[in-house]
């Protein structure tokens, strides 16, 4: 149980006193009530003692009393009715409240701190792991001030308003005292009319009620004297008369009133009567003032002041002084009978109630009283306990012993023989339940079994606990004997009490007496306020040792359905007691705070069933035992809707909607119907008020998305927009990143190479993942898509109506500056942003979904985009929107909103997380996110990006011609139109020499994207000559191939204009899906300070199947002369498969021109290996071409830049290939070989000579041939032939390597065991390769087929052969020549047989740059045969070096020789 402000053993004693009643003239009433009180009334605050008083007991004993408290009331002779106690009850308890504003009282019990005093909700979330340990001390924490001040009244209360019963006497009246004013004419007289009305009142048969303790009742005299008005004299004199009549122990002269009423009071007197008068008579306001609305007005207000004491009934009835016969208690005969505690509350009109608070506002008490009259009253109290009551008392007991003791011999002993004689033999002990039928058994008054309990509530009253333990004891065995069911519990309950408040405590409590009483008069005798007493007692004394489960128990038992209010405050207790224990048992004490809350409800105490639930909720929250959560904030909505506390209603409801509910779809709805009629009711208190914020759907703030610019276009026909940036992209980092690199790309190369200070990369869709710590800049006109998104919690549908952004905006003037004027603007000014709105957004159950929102900004200025406005609503009739009625547009006008509320939510988005200094990644800071804050700049240029006859599929290598379309939708002219791109061998719009007005682009499609020439037959082998730079072409050693400029007219777009630009694009070598990013860069004319230009990008998606798979080699032709004589040429060898499968249609390939292009060579002729000229290849066929390549005439005359390109075509049309669009892609793949020279030459050039031999030995190996193979591809299609064109380029770098037209895949090497080397660190390898050697001298030998010899005649035979050496490279080299054989294999000699080189065996030659040396050698044989002359062996050195390198031989053929015998 909670804390209370008395302890048990003063609880006790002061809940059972000595009752006295009073009988006052109407005079004597009349001086008492200039003080606005009954007799009564004006004794109650002095009516406890304040010394201790003795008395002596049977034994002559001296006993002492402390704290004697006696109750003085007016008689009353009906008793108070059980509805009308059960209204006071009532009343009290909603008129003790928790104190507001008060410190909180809080219990920490285990990881919980639970306020108990307060309604609000206070605890700690984590589940309590180690709560058994944590209040082992809990009795003695000085945080233990949980207290219920309402359960304590009601106890106090109920304790005293108990209506006196015959089968105990602690509340029957022991004495009356009889009031008399001095001012009376014969006070005498009055005195003896009041006497006879009170023996009238005991003796007489009409009147059952009120009860008296004992037939001869004390009567004690008293005289009132009004000080200030009545004569002191005659007061005396009259008091002389009474102390001579009555004795000097039976009357008193009472003087009050020393000052009149109406005197201004130069002196604060205290008033202690309000607090006994407020508990009595019910005038609290504030517990109806916010009560519930519906308020039942009884018919009279009379009654509307309950009293204990009467004193509202003044009228005469029988010429007697007062009005007997009406009990305060009793309820008015014309109100409404059914009202009862347990029923609706009949609270009083709020009219009569407002007149009540106003009557009883100014009334002050005691007001013609001194202090001097306080004591004086003090003092009669005292003389009367003294002198009267106590005497009385002690009398009383001594008679009552004597009588016991006089029958004990021979009544009481006739009296059980007569007993034993009727009934036979002993009477066997029954439980409880057999003795129901016995329980109406009643007592004659002089019956000795009542004489006996007489004495004992006697000596319970004086605190004789010792004595009225033993008599209750006897008493109890005899009621027992007599089945006397009623009297035998009152004697165990009395007993039980009696011996818990023994002094020295003799005998531990006997709780099993009281367990028996409660079950005799609930079951038995089925009266439950006398069980509710000993609960109450029962309780109190258990909880004062520590034994809270016990109680706990017992309260719990008593609860019922007959009394909601009484049921409530026992869970409530208990529920404290759980919370009490030793090991606290905080779930238990929730539980039954909850079931305590549903009593009160139902009891009409709407506050404290609010209280209960809020202090449950402390328990639960957090936990997620959501189903728990939301019953009791639904429970505590409705209370404090109740109550009119609506923002605590909304708060509650809104936490139900907002945690994530485990109700069904039935129960949410009914949940959020709740919430928003309480809501509508909350926002129609002020409508003019900012609009609240509402629970629902769920925003994802961090999920916004802000999107700057137009939505894009749809494809229109064979016109394709760029794809461009927008919402419905997801976000790609890997992406995003290319992009940004390609901005600066192109930033760099407009800026000379240098990125600006002040560049940020233009960002036009805003998310989580970009950069938000500045200030997007967006563009007057140009709107501002934000995308929000909701997500519904709920298994119902929700319907946002009117859904529109929320902003502020602070405009400039075109300075710039702020203007002055407005400096806010809100939602209401339309001419500066524009806001879309849309009408109706649907969210089915548990559905995520986006909205997107426009604002259109026509002004320059700040804006800050704040949140969203919206009607939150329900459909009406259907609880989810599926199957047929989710289709598209059944929601637009059919779902009517059941209820609606208007309300915002706010986009708050939180930064990320700093983590750069060392404070920041100490500490938890976030850094700004400014997506939704644009700042409106002026307006810029726009550019829309139109493809035309763009395609998706290509083969490798093939060349499609499309358009461009570039228009710009904008007010200003745009310039600096360029493209950049990773891909720049993808697309080009032509060289410089191309003519820049394209054909139609609805011409046919079979017209060749090529630039072509119709040729002779006849020349049909020879290579035709052009050359072309690459300047032309954009590709420059120091050029950005990347970066193209669009060729526009007059480098100007002018509003509105359009421009149409031939665009042409090659299949990339390899096949498979390809996206390829353009970005298309511009600026504005007129420059802008905050946007330097504006960027459009384009994602083209092509699928690339295979064509041709093409191989080459070059080596050096072994015959030292051209046609003009001059050596150095060489056989370029080219491998063509069709690797194409005929996915895409292809029925063959044909290969229509060879191409070289070189700035050093070209091709020459084609060497055929065969007749067939026909250069057609199906699937999977292969062919090779063989062509000579000779050295350029002009090659020393050209420019760097220059290159020789040679067409050798194989039907009867030249594609010129040093033009548009041929060069333009054979350039593009170049540009990634042009830019080696650059990072070599940052070699440093003071290496060591060997290093410069090596090069000058590697540079003989190397040629820069390029070969362009153009071909024809033949394509069925929707049976339809079509003539696709493509190109493929072999760049040739070293001679005898073979080269691919793309890279080969590598196969992953195999696993192998790690080998430890230490790598040398020099850029150029020291010794050249094999190949390289091989190449630096080329040898060949000049010598008959055949040769003829006639060997009878002469046996040897000897031939001139000639051997040619050639310098090929660039410096002097020495020779030296070795004719000695040194065949390594013997297979070599049986193989070629053996011959001798007659003559020197060893030459040393020095040979100059590219010289041509011949050596005149003789060759013997001895035998007829073939045989091979290539065994010369051949070294060569730089002559400036010391190393020698011997050539290879290994590329050059054997030389055969026949010897013929004639």
């Not at 333990?469 to 009621?479: G, Q, R, S």
């Not at 599929?953 to 093939?958: A, K």
Request: glycine share 4%.
């Amino acid at each position: 149980m909670a804390q209370c402000v008395q302890s048990v053993q003063e609880l006790i004693p002061d809940s059972f006193v000595p009752c006295v009643a009073a009988l006052c003239s109407d005079e004597a009433e009349r001086l008492t009530r200039l003080n606005h009180l009954s007799f009564a009334e004006l004794l109650k605050p002095f009516s406890r003692l304040t010394s201790e008083v003795h008395m002596r007991d049977p034994n002559n004993q001296l006993h002492i009393i402390k704290n004697l408290k006696i109750a003085v009331s007016n008689i009353i002779t009906q008793p108070p009715q059980p509805a009308a106690i059960r209204k006071l009850l009532n009343d009290v308890v909603s008129g003790s409240q928790p104190a507001e504003g008060l410190v909180a009282n809080v219990i920490t019990a285990g990881d919980y701190d639970l306020n108990i005093s307060d309604r609000s909700i206070k605890a700690s979330v984590p589940w309590y792991s180690n709560w058994k340990d944590t209040l082992m001390e809990m009795k003695e924490s000085s945080l233990y001030t949980a207290t219920t001040p309402w359960f304590e009244s009601y106890r106090e209360t109920f304790l005293q308003s108990m209506p006196s019963s015959d089968h105990e006497f602690l509340n029957h009246y022991l004495a009356c005292m009889l009031v008399v004013s001095s001012s009376e004419s014969d006070p005498m007289e009055q005195f003896s009319k009041l006497s006879q009305e009170q023996h009238r009142i005991q003796h007489n048969n009409d009147y059952s009620y009120p009860k008296w303790f004992i037939p001869n009742t004390l009567k004690y005299y008293v005289l009132l004297h009004d000080v200030s008005a009545g004569d002191e004299q005659r007061a005396e004199s009259i008091y002389e008369e009474m102390k001579q009549k009555y004795g000097t122990q039976g009357c008193y002269l009472l003087k009050i009133n020393s000052r009149t009423s109406n005197r201004a009071s130069d002196e604060q007197i205290p008033d202690p009567w309000s607090q006994y008068l407020q508990k009595n008579s019910i005038q609290n306001q504030e517990s109806y003032e916010d009560g519930p609305c519906t308020i039942t007005s009884n018919k009279s207000s009379d009654n509307n002041l309950l009293s204990l004491d009467g004193l509202d009934n003044e009228v005469k009835v029988d010429g007697l002084p007062n009005n007997f016969r009406a009990h305060p208690l009793q309820l008015d005969q014309s109100s409404d009978p059914s009202n009862s505690m347990d029923g609706q509350d009949h609270v009083k009109s709020a009219s009569s109630l407002h007149e009540t608070k106003k009557a009883n506002a100014g009334v002050i008490h005691g007001a013609c009283l001194t202090l001097t009259d306080h004591d004086r009253i003090r003092q009669f109290i005292q003389e009367f306990t003294f002198r009267g009551l106590l005497p009385h008392i002690e009398k009383t007991i001594r008679q009552l012993n004597d009588q016991l003791i006089s029958r004990k011999g021979l009544s009481r002993s006739l009296f059980s023989a007569t007993k034993k004689w009727f009934s036979g033999s002993k009477v066997p002990e029954k439980s409880i339940n057999e003795l129901k039928n016995t329980s109406g058994l009643l007592y004659p008054p002089e019956a000795p079994e009542l004489q006996i309990r007489k004495m004992a509530d006697l000596c319970f009253l004086v605190q004789h606990y010792d004595l009225a333990y033993n008599c209750y004891h006897t008493a109890k065995k005899d009621f027992l004997n007599d089945q006397a069911m009623l009297y035998a519990a009152g004697a165990l309950e009395m007993a039980a009490v009696s011996a818990f408040l023994q002094p020295g405590a003799p005998r531990p409590y006997p709780a099993h007496y009281m367990d028996t009483a409660i079950q005799t008069y609930r079951d038995i005798c089925k009266n439950m306020v006398l069980a509710e007493r000993c609960v109450l007692l029962s309780a109190e004394i258990l909880k004062s040792q520590s034994k809270y489960s016990e109680a706990a128990a017992l309260l719990i038992r008593l609860t019922s359905e007959d009394s909601d209010l009484r049921s409530a405050l026992l869970l409530e207790q208990a529920a404290h007691c759980f919370i009490n224990m030793k090991s606290p048992m905080v779930r238990k004490y929730a539980f039954h705070m909850i079931l305590a809350g549903h009593r009160f409800s139902k009891a009409g105490q709407k506050k404290h069933a609010l209280r209960c639930y809020c202090q449950a909720m402390q328990v639960y929250k957090g936990k997620g035992w959501s189903l728990a959560e939301d019953h009791i904030n639904f429970t505590i909505g409705r209370q404090s809707y109740t109550l009119r506390q609506l923002d605590n209603a909304v708060s509650a409801f809104r936490h139900i909607l907002i945690n994530e509910s485990k109700q069904s779809a039935t129960q949410q709805g009914a949940f959020l119907r709740e919430y928003l009629y309480v809501y509508k009711n909350v926002s129609q208190l002020s409508p003019d008020g900012p609009l609240p914020q509402l629970p629902l759907p769920y925003i994802n703030s961090s999920a916004t998305r802000v999107f700057f610019g137009h939505d894009r276009r749809p494809a229109d026909g064979e016109k394709q927009a760029a794809t461009h940036v927008s919402l419905d992209q997801e976000y790609d980092c890997e992406s995003s990143q290319q992009w940004r690199e390609l901005e600066e790309h192109v930033v760099a190369v407009v800026n000379k190479g240098i990125i600006p200070s002040n560049f940020h990369p233009t960002q036009y869709c805003l998310n989580s993942y970009s950069d938000n710590s500045r200030f997007p800049l967006a563009v007057v006109e140009e709107p501002i898509t934000v995308e929000v998104a909701f997500r519904n919690p709920l298994k119902v549908p929700l319907l946002l109506t009117d859904l529109s952004l929320v902003w502020k905006f602070q405009p400039k003037d075109v300075s710039g500056k702020d203007n002055e004027e407005i400096k806010e603007l809100v939602t209401s000014q339309p001419e500066m942003i524009g806001t879309e709105v849309i009408s109706e957004f649907l969210i089915n159950s548990e559905e995520s979904k986006v909205a997107r929102l426009k604002l259109f900004p026509h002004h320059i200025g700040e804006l800050h985009i704040l949140g969203v406005v919206y009607n939150l609503g329900t459909i009406q009739g259907s609880m989810t929107v599926d199957g047929i009625g989710a289709l598209p547009g059944c929601h637009t006008g059919k779902h009517s909103l059941s209820m609606s509320v208007r309300g915002r939510q706010d986009l708050e988005i939180q930064g990320p997380r700093l983590n750069n200094t060392k404070e920041e990644k100490t500490s938890i800071k976030y850094g700004p996110d400014r997506r939704l804050d644009p700042i409106i700049t002026e307006e810029m240029p726009l550019l829309e990006v139109f493809f035309i006859h763009f395609p998706t599929g290509l083969l490798c290598g093939e060349i499609r011609k499309a358009y461009v379309e570039f228009v710009n939708v904008s007010k200003c002219p745009l310039t600096g139109l360029k493209v950049v791109s990773k891909r720049p061998e993808f697309f080009t719009f032509g060289g410089n020499t191309a003519v820049l007005t394209p054909l139609s682009p609805s011409a046919s499609e079979n017209c060749s994207a090529y630039k072509t020439v119709v040729t002779d037959s006849t020349s049909v082998c020879a290579a035709l000559i052009s050359s072309a730079s690459s300047v032309d072409f954009g590709i420059g050693i120091r050029s950005q191939p990347e970066v193209i400029p669009v060729p526009l007219p007059d480098t100007v777009l002018l509003p509105g204009a359009s421009v149409q630009l031939p665009m042409w694009l090659r299949g990339p070598d390899e096949e498979g899906v390809h996206e390829i990013n353009f970005l298309f860069y511009y600026e504005s004319v007129k420059k802008q300070p905050k946007i330097q230009h504006r960027i459009l990008r384009h994602t083209a998606v092509i699928c690339t199947s295979r064509s041709l798979n093409i191989r080459a080699t070059v080596c050096r032709s072994n015959s030292l002369e051209d046609e003009e004589g001059r050596g150095g040429n060489m056989l370029v060898f080219v491998d063509v498969e069709n690797t194409n499968t005929s996915e895409a249609g292809v029925k063959e390939f044909h290969i229509a021109q060879v191409s070289s292009s070189s700035k050093h060579w070209s091709l020459q002729k084609s060497v055929n290996l065969s007749e067939n000229k026909d250069a057609k290849l199906a699937s999977r066929e292969k062919g090779k071409f063989c062509f000579k390549a000779v050295k350029c005439k002009e090659a020393a005359t050209q420019s760097a830049e220059k290159y020789t390109f040679a067409d050798i075509i194989f039907g009867n049309e030249q594609i010129i290939s040093s033009t548009s669009p041929c060069a333009d892609f054979f350039f593009r793949s170049l540009s990634s070989e042009l830019k080696k020279p650059q990072t070599q030459q940052s070699v440093n050039t003071g290496k060591h000579s060997a290093e410069e031999a090596v090069r000058m030995i590697q540079k003989c190996s190397e040629v820069d041939l390029n070969i362009v193979i153009l071909w024809k591809a033949y394509v069925i299609e929707d049976s339809k032939q079509l003539i696709l064109e493509g190109q493929h380029h072999v760049i040739l770098h070293t001679i005898g390597k073979e080269a691919f037209s793309y890279r080969q895949k590598q196969e992953p090497p195999e696993m192998e065991l790690l080998k430890f080397f230490r790598p040398e660190n020099s850029t150029v390898s020291s010794r050249p390769s094999v190949d390289q050697l091989s190449n630096i001298i080329k040898t060949s030998l000049h010598y008959p087929e055949s040769f003829n010899h006639p060997f009878h005649q002469k046996s040897l035979c000897l031939v001139p052969v000639t051997l040619l050496l050639s310098n090929c490279s660039k410096a002097d080299v020495d020779v030296i020549v070795d004719l000695r054989h040194k065949t390594t294999s013997p297979e070599a000699l049986e193989t070629h047989g053996s011959f001798t080189w007659l003559g020197q065996t060893q030459y040393k030659l020095q040979l100059k740059s590219q010289e041509i040396h011949s050596l005149q050698l003789k060759a013997c044989f001895v035998h007829t045969g073939v045989y091979n002359l290539g065994t010369p062996r051949v070294f060569a050195k730089l002559s400036d070096q010391v190393t020698v390198f011997e050539t290879s031989q290994q590329n050059s053929m054997p030389a055969l020789i026949i010897i013929n015998n004639i």
